[in-house]
Every structure is written in C-alpha cells, then in structure tokens.
C-alpha cells in the first residue's frame, strides 16, 4: 500500500536534515555589524545600513515582529510593508495599529510567496528592500532595484529557522543601528536553546517519541498535512522527538495517508490552528478567544474519523499550538512548550509563559497577549 502522497504545502526550499546541537550551533553564529564591519545579507551580499531618514520595505509580516524585538517604533521604519495580517495573526496586527496608528496607512508590497512586485517596492522608495531568501526577487530585479539606489538584503527567520534566524536578527540590528539589541535578543534565545540541546543530546534515538505534527490541522476537510524533512519538522528533531512525516516526505511539508498516520500511532500529536481556523472550526487559540473555545476545536480536531483512535489522544498527549508562534522571530517559546510536550518528565522545568513574559518585557514593542497553546483535556 502507497504509505504516503506528497504534495507540496510551502515554496521554500527543503531544510538540511540536521541534528540538534548542529542547529543549535548554526543558530548561534551572528553576521558582525558594529565597530564598521561590513553588512552582509544571506547571499553574502554587502548591505548599507540606513542612512539618516532611511526607511527599509518588508515582503514578510514577520519581519515587523523582528523589528520590534529590537526597536521601540518599528513602525516608523518602513516605507512599505507585505500587509499579510494572517501571518502575525488580527489581534497582533490591531496592537500594533493601536499603538502605531501609522501602520494601517502604510503603502502595500506582495508578499513572500507572491509573485515579487519590483515596481510596488520602486514606487515605495525605500533605501533598502529587505526580502526573504527564497521566494525574494530574482537577480534581474535586484539589479533594477540597486540601480536605482534600493539596497537589497536576502534574510530568513521560517525556512531554516534554526541555521538562519540569528544571522538575520544581527543584519536587521546593524541595518537601523541597534546591534546591541539584536545581540541581546540572540544571546537570551541562544542560552534557553543551550538548555534544551544539552538535555536532548542525552536521550538514546530509542527513547524518543514518535510525533505527528499536523500543521492548520482541518483548514481542508481531509488529512493529513504534516512537516518532514526540515522546516517544522527541525524543531520536533531539536527537542527530541521523531517525526513520523520525516520517514517519507523529502521535502519539507507535504501530506500523510490517514492509513499511515493510523499504523504508525505515534505517541504525541499535535496540532498548530489560529484565528484562521475559525471558520473551519478547527484550533483557535490567542487573544480573541477563550481556553473554552480552544478545548472545543481542539476535541473537533482530535475527534476525527481514524484521529480520534490513536494512543496520543486515547493517553491524554494531544496539543494545539499557535501556528503564529512557531513561525515567529519568538520561536524559542514554541520551542520551550514542545519540548515539555515531548519529554514532559525531562523538560518540567521549563517556562515558556515566563519566558514569553519576558520577551515581552524587555524586547517586543508591542506584546503578545492571550494565551498561545493547549493541552487537550481528558474526561
């Protein structure tokens, strides 16, 4: 029997199946920017930083999450920006309106993904256009945006979260001078990432859970999306856990037959959902909902035809987790709360709720509110 049928769910390009303590030690390596080092992007390209009354465009809503770890107005940097609300989820996008009201006026570029639009980022004039390493311009339109005096930077915080997050935090630090910042949020994340490695590198390949992440689990009526090789599949290999997708999809994300997900029972599943799947009734979660209103998508998602008999939801270790926040700038959270789901006597230590406060208090310009995970709740 055919076990699995890919179909390609992300346009970003497939990750390196790496180890944790080699994603670990990629996550720690930063771009020097201070003290008059040269910018390089991720295609080790030389980068201006902003000059005064600079602005940057952005392809990626993400990337305003970025800037507003390391900036007090993030905001007033742009000169364009993706408009890709879904991504940073409504009610981040209506705190940051709120706070900065010039956001909802700022004008609009494709995102990435999209079909990359050189004329929008011209109109908008930016002094540097900072685009995502995989879905970005091609050469023939960064050549037209540097000849007409736009600087290009290639960064990536979700394709190879892991190898390229704090490369990219530092570049966007010595792009609008704040260096120091980018170097505070990278040194926080990278001691809480040090943590959970070094506790990971113990745990025999034996010990280690089978996890079946399915990714905006009911946006279709059938099963079963999932990561495999790379992508939100590094995470669940970072923090100890197998992922049963990774045995048969190559590329990053693509799709399980419900038959193989059934036979393969795996010990832990877990669902990422969000305010888009509201309508579709599955997992929402976040500010503009309650724990009530997360347990019930949650018990649709688990109740499923073939779902609903494995050992994970039969043993109380289902889980709902804000797609938002495994494809943030914050990750490190997601991170924390995967690794007590997975190892959950190994990781009772941690605190993802304080570390989210944290990050809160002392890097985001605009908080994340509400509650951002769930643990399905037996009878």
Known sequence: MKTSSVSTLSRRSTLAALGGLALLSACGRTEPSAGGAELKDLRDRPVRPLGDGGKLSIDDGRYLIALSLIHPDPVSLLAAWSGDINRISPEMYAGFVEKFPALASVP?????GQAFNAEAVLAARPSTAVVSLDSGPSD?????????????AFIDFFAHPFENQARSLALLGGLIGRSEQAEAFNAFKKTRLDHISQRVATIPQDQRPTVFLEPHAMINPDCCASP???????????????????????????KLNLEYVIRRDPDVYIVT????????????????????????????VAARRGISTLKAVREGRTHGLSHQLINSPIDVVAVEVLAKWIHPELFGDLNPRATLDEINARFLAVPY??????????A
């Open 273 to 300: 959902g969000g305010p888009h799947l509201a309508k579709a009734g599955g997992f929402v979660v976040g500010p503009g909902f309650t724990p009530e209103q997360s347990q019930t998508g949650l018990r649709r």
């Open 228 to 254: 495999g090789k790379g992508n939100i599949g590094d995470y669940i290999a970072f923090v100890g856990g197998r992922n049963i997708g990774a045995d048969v999809l190559d590329q990053p994300t693509g």
């Open 108 to 112: 609009k570029i494709a995102q990435s």
């Open 140 to 152: 023939e339109q960064a050549a037209q945006l540097e000849g007409a005096g736009i600087s290009v």
């Open 369 to 378: 509110r509400g509650d951002y995970w769930a643990d399905l709740k037996t």
